[in-house]
């Protein structure tokens, strides 16, 4: 079994201001999280915001000594709480001993304290993709699934603005408590491709965003940066994208997708956003 943990600090506007389109790929996405066999981590210095993604086939993946050792603790979740949400094939996790069968869109919060968690796939010709975020924590709160349909379901946009979509908040207050992680999943209606528009910050929590269901011949510009300052990035399906405290994240696609957004911070109020006027992005 194979765990690949990269590092990504935090980087002033100042300076991302000057990078080229590689160096702000290296610097803010993360462009393999799913492998068959693999866990592929990021440890973000936003938040201390971990994101990561496995994808079990025959054997199950585990959460092992080398993520605990990233973070600094005896076990990774010793000092923090985990979110995940399933975009592939039927899987379970097996937490402490506590199986959770978990379909394509069912999610999972593990509270802090939680030891050994394992991952497994069903089928392993159509393995489960875990995406997962894990947020420091300083209370344990239980354990438990969340499906898409215990989420709140909100309905966004319009058609005419090419923004038509359902967010769903699954990892939310009034789901179930958590410490600071908040996680949710938008899916565009077909034909419409712009998400997040009207664009926002938020300075006090960290975002990130992991497109998927993004057709193999399209791709998403996902626009970062400070709103008088904006930079795009090319995402391909199933990639992640870190969005600064200082930068707006949204994006336009080539056709329909989905994406799952987590954030960590000051607070959990999924309203505190400052909206941008269109007319000042630069
Ligand atoms: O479609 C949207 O709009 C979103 O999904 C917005 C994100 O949830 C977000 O940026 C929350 O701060
Ligand atoms: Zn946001």
Known sequence: MTTTIQTRHAVHYTQSETMTSAELRDTFMIETLFAAGEIHAAYTHYDRMLVAGAMPTTAPLTIGADLAKTVGTDYLLERRELGLINIGGKGKVVADGTTYALDFQDGLYLGMGVREIAFESEDSANPAKFYINSAPAHASFPSRIVTKADAIENHLGDQLTCNKRKLYQYIHPKVLPTCQLLMGLTRLEPGSVWNTMPAHLHD??????????????????????????????????????????????????????????????????FTDMDFVPMKDLK
């Open 204 to 269: 006090r929590r960290m975002e990130a965003y992991l497109y998927f269901e993004i057709p193999e011949d399209a791709f998403v510009v996902h626009l970062m940066g400070r709103p008088q300052a904006t930079s795009h990035l090319i995402l391909r399906s199933e990639q992640a994208v870190l969005s600064p405290p200082w930068s707006i994240h949204c994006g336009s696609g080539t056709a329909s997708y989905a994406f799952i957004w987590s954030m960590a911070g000051d607070n959990q109020s």
